[in-house]
């Protein structure tokens, strides 16, 4: 039996009667996030980004949606240039275009399929724990296959966006090949308890980063005085900037051979140096 309330228990939205700009392609998750929101009493506006990446009527769907469930609409236009990192590139466009705080449809399986991404990447703690349930990721407790049970309940058949199947983009490979088997392997399904895992290391990382909030990244006897994953931290939150520039571990590591006085600059990346004068470290960019 459908059971709205136990969906609306799963998510984080505004209370009823405030804003939310809900982010929908037409696809199950983004329309069952936006029916959702409608259903919570939310003042739910609707934002369309046309890639121009295919031919579709995927607006005017989306328009037609919004319309029935009486819900402001608004679209935008971008345009992506063909090549390399085709994905990563539309979604900073979006992001561009979008309101600020903007809802984003991600799911449980999302979340697990980043899990991976980051694991093989080699990232931190932080890229390992995934993205924090808020109103920007309200149905993040939820899975695919639930989202498609709304949309199918409200009579919807939503977009499904044919590079989904794709195996060139490595999240497809992790999606249809790596968490089937790993399902088969360990004879169950494995995105909830990766889930719990990953929740458990935001709480881990929570904590690590409250302390090294504490630690003023430029002074040198404070690095040289704390446990290294501390300091590790503070220069990783020191370093990190908006053109998406995360400093890697090696980097760390001249930093500290800075701090602890083997040298005295090293440089980090093009045009970046950290140089230690006077017991202070210098960041030139």
Known sequence: MFDMDSYLNKCSFPDSGKEIDCAVSGGADSVAMMILAKMNGCNVRV????????????????????????????????????GSNLEARARTKRFEVLPKGVATAHTMDDQVETFFINLLRGSSLSGLSGMTRSFSHPILNMRRAETVEIVNHFG??????????????????????????????????????IFRQM???????????????????????????????????????????????????????????????RHEAAQIKDGVMVRRSKGILKVER
């Open 47 to 82: 934002h369309y980004v046309d890639h121009n990446i295919r031919s579709t009527n995927e607006a005017e769907f989306v328009a037609n949606l919004a319309r029935r469930f009486e819900l402001e609409f608004k679209s935008y236009q971008i345009n992506i240039e063909p």
């Open 156 to 193: 919807i058949t939503p977009f499904e966006d044919p590079s989904n199947s794709d195996l060139h983009f490595v999240r497809n490979k992790i999606r249809h090949l790596l968490i089937p088997l790993l399902n088969d392997i360990s004879n169950r399904d494995i995105v909830p308890i």
């Open 199 to 261: 929740e458990l290391m935001r709480d881990d990382d929570d904590l690590l980063q409250s302390y090294s909030s504490r630690l003023n990244p430029l002074n040198v006897t404070e690095l040289r005085n704390s446990p290294k994953p501390l300091a590790s931290r503070a220069l990783r939150n020191l370093l990190t900037n908006d053109d998406g520039y995360m400093p890697s571990r090696s980097d760390i590591e001249k930093i500290f051979d800075v701090v602890n006085l």
